[in-house]
Nanobody, 125 residues
């Protein structure tokens, strides 16, 4: 599956952004989907994930209550609504798909086989 993330940009602290991840190629609904972020010199960090059927979602502690992950399998698209943004949310955000993820390991970025190119989110103070 091919993934393309979009929607990043510059926003002031407290503002909102909405990211999209458009998928093509294989059956989008077969994949567990996740958002990760990375800053220079740091390891890739798990942000949020959504079950194949969109019935379950998970978040990192740092974004819980502020970010919302959703997916629309009919449109082959995943979303990340980011509210109450903080300067520490500044990063390159990437979407990824996983065909082997389980509830015990989906936070591990190494399990995700396909990645979008990333979109930069910058939150100014």
């Amino acid at each position: 599956v091919q993934l393309q993330a979009s929607g990043g940009g510059l926003v002031q602290a407290g503002g909102s952004l909405s990211l999209q991840c458009a998928a093509s190629g294989r059956t989008f609904g077969d994949y567990f989907m996740g958002w990760f972020r990375q800053t220079p010199g740091e390891e890739r960090e798990f942000v949020a994930a959504v079950w194949r059927s969109a019935t379950n979602t998970w978040y990192s502690d740092s974004v819980e209550g502020r970010f919302t992950i959703t997916r629309d399998n009919a449109k082959n698209t995943m979303y990340l609504q980011m509210n109450s943004l903080k300067p520490e949310d500044t990063a390159v955000y990437s979407c990824a798909s996983c065909s082997t993820c389980l509830l015990s390991n989906f936070r591990d970025s190494r399990l995700y086989g396909y990645w979008g190119q990333g979109t930069l989110v910058t939150v100014s103070s």
